[in-house]
């Protein structure tokens, strides 16, 4: 699995062909994934353990906790490893030109017992959204799908390999201490670990600005506060 891939370059000389060609990855979609140096300390476990007991709900496949801002007040080395990360992500991709304050929102622990799975989502009212991933197994993965993928569908051609190019599913492991940030429209989704023993535990969060969008002049200004 690529996980950064901006240039595809593919020599044709198995063709019997001299030149190269690129192929260019346009307009990709940024999913930025770092692991935490430290693990989760028991100070952590023992935060984790009390927003369980504070209680759980149903959710599609999974129970999520009834705190939905749990970094509000837990969990604070976490949270700061994700805002951390959360400004690399803006200057890197988004990179913009005004000051802009990028502040996490709602927070909340998801937990996916063997067999479970998160239904096919995004993330409503939120512009960047992550995952930190507190307990996994090896073969656990989160899964992204193609926003273009009913339009690519008209026509469907089944492929020798699956690649970045001609898939609209792409899978990414979730390890233990590791955070992954995508836009909050991409859908993801978790499937069924039915081979799994441990129950899977995991942060979300979601992510809003505040600062001054757009131009007076054009009349695209908005005033975030």
């Known amino acids: 699995?690529?996980?950064?891939?901006?240039?595809?370059?593919?020599?044709?000389?198995?063709?019997?062909?001299?030149?190269?060609?690129?192929?260019?990855?346009?307009?990709?979609?940024?999913?930025?994934?770092?692991?935490?140096?430290?693990?989760?300390?028991?100070?952590?476990?023992?935060?984790?353990?009390?927003?369980?007991?504070?209680?759980?709900?149903?959710?599609?496949?999974?129970?999520?906790?009834?705190?939905?801002?749990?970094?509000?007040?837990?969990?604070?080395?976490?949270?700061?490893?994700?805002?951390?990360?959360?400004?690399i992500y803006i200057e890197e991709v988004i990179s913009p030109e005004e000051e802009l304050d990028f502040y996490i929102t709602q927070s909340w622990l998801n937990i996916t017992k063997p067999g479970e799975y998160h239904h096919e989502h995004s993330h409503q009212n939120s512009i960047i959204s992550g995952v930190f991933y507190?307990?996994?197994?090896?073969?656990?993965?989160?899964?992204?799908?193609?926003?273009?993928l009913k339009l690519k569908q008209f026509f469907h051609f089944p492929p020798k390999e699956y690649n970045i190019w001609?898939?609209?599913?792409?899978?990414f492991l979730a390890k233990n201490n590791e955070l992954i940030l995508f836009p909050s429209w991409l859908t993801h989704q978790v499937n069924s670990n039915e081979k799994g023993t441990t129950d899977r535990i995991s942060i979300s969060f979601n992510t809003f600005v505040r600062g001054i969008l757009g131009n007076q002049?054009?009349?695209?200004?908005?005033?975030?506060?």
């Open 1 to 87: 699995m690529t996980r950064n891939v901006n240039t595809l370059k593919i020599s044709t000389k198995k063709m019997n062909q001299t030149p190269e060609h690129e192929i260019h990855g346009l307009f990709p979609c940024p999913v930025y994934i770092i692991k935490r140096d430290s693990i989760v300390s028991p100070k952590e476990k023992k935060e984790i353990g009390t927003i369980i007991q504070e209680g759980m709900h149903k959710n599609y496949g999974n129970t999520t906790s009834n705190n939905s801002y749990i970094f509000n007040s837990k969990l604070k080395n976490i949270k700061q490893f994700c805002e951390q990360q959360l400004k």
């Open 134 to 148: 507190v307990s996994t197994e090896d073969n656990d993965n989160i899964m992204m799908t193609d926003l273009n």
């Open 166 to 171: 001609n898939s609209s599913t792409w899978n």
């Open 217 to 225: 002049d054009a009349a695209t200004q908005l005033i975030l506060k």
